[in-house]
């Protein structure tokens, strides 16, 4: 997977991952489900935030989850950071996809 560049302190970027099974292709449904973005710094255990899936109802059900940085979620340190999509289903069963995603901050001017 590629590495995504973001700026210290934007707030209008938008993550879009496509969720699929690795050994079929097949597309995973999220509908009804909880798919949230958990990030982390490289090399850290402490969690930094948590953004909750925005996609609609048709792209839910395509494997589409959308993440919409906040306002504040980007004001941090410049650097490389980490993330994972986990995925809780109506029951609270949680599947979290095995690959790390990597991102990386730079300072704005």
């Known amino acids: ?9 934007d707030d209008g970027p938008q993550l879009k991952v496509t969720l699929t099974r ?6 995973i449904d999220t509908t009804g489900k909880t798919v949230v973005w958990k990030y982390r710094k490289k ?3 402490t969690l930094l935030g948590t953004l909750s ?3 609609s109802a048709e792209q839910k059900a395509a494997g589409i989850a959308i993440f919409q940085w906040g ?10 950071y980490e993330a994972e999509v986990e995925i809780t289903d109506t029951t609270g069963l949680v599947e979290t996809v095995y690959e790390l995603i990597e ?3 730079r300072e704005d001017f």
């Open 1 to 9: 997977m590629s590495t995504f560049y973001f700026v210290q302190g």
């Open 71 to 80: 306002p504040t979620d980007l004001d941090i340190a410049a650097g490389n």
């Open 53 to 55: 899936d925005i996609s």
């Open 103 to 105: 991102f990386s901050i």
């Open 22 to 27: 690795d050994e079929t292709g097949e597309i």
């Open 43 to 45: 090399g850290s255990t």
